[in-house]
């Protein structure tokens, strides 16, 4: 009987150690289905919208993958503004300089049914292209969860990213994650594979409670 009892005691402290050393190994892959999980499935009546901004199509590319990945909406700012060729670049140099808003066409979405916004855009001069600054100033987007991706074809420095994202907490928007993707002298399938990459390490978050 006593070689039984101490069986037991042994059997009981193995089991003890193995939970131990594995309980938070488990837990760590709990949380990172549930992440994955968080990531793919939108609230009823919450799904998330993809906004974007493209003179030379290459954010268009990047807003396409985005609403492929997410399953989800995706809508056009249009501008009035003539943007193409040689004067539509200096009037896009114009408006960032002056801070000039832009005329942008009525867009269809209702932004009550979605959430996160993300935001595709061109970086002009350091900013945020005027379509999608003056998508943001119409809209009003402080109640949202907001996510950035963007393009451009130099670089983004420290200093003007800091100041890009004071310009958006002024209008009460703090990004969630911000996606920068260079663009220049990339393909469709380079720009695709460069975004999904910062994404699995920054995935855009789909709470299911409709909060982040």
Known sequence: MRRIAVNKQYWLLL?????????????????????FHQELTAPQGQKP????????????????????????????????????????????VLDQLLDRDDQILPYNKELSNY?????????????????IRTFIKQTGLKDKEVYLALTFNGRLTEEKEKLLIEALAAQGITPRGIYKIITKEKTEEDIVKDLNRQLEDKPVRIAISGSM
């Open 49 to 92: 919208l993809v906004v974007f901004y493209s003179r030379t199509g290459k954010t268009k590319i990047v807003a396409s993958a985005l609403a492929k990945r997410y399953s989800c909406d995706i809508e056009e700012i249009q501008s009035t503004e003539e943007r193409t060729g040689i004067m539509g670049a200096f009037t896009c």
């Open 115 to 131: 959430n996160p916004i993300i935001l595709a855009t061109p970086i002009w001069l350091g900013k945020l292209s005027s379509p």
């Open 15 to 35: 089991v003890v150690c193995l939970v131990v050393l594995y309980l938070p190994q488990l837990l760590t892959v709990y949380a990172s289905e549930e992440a």
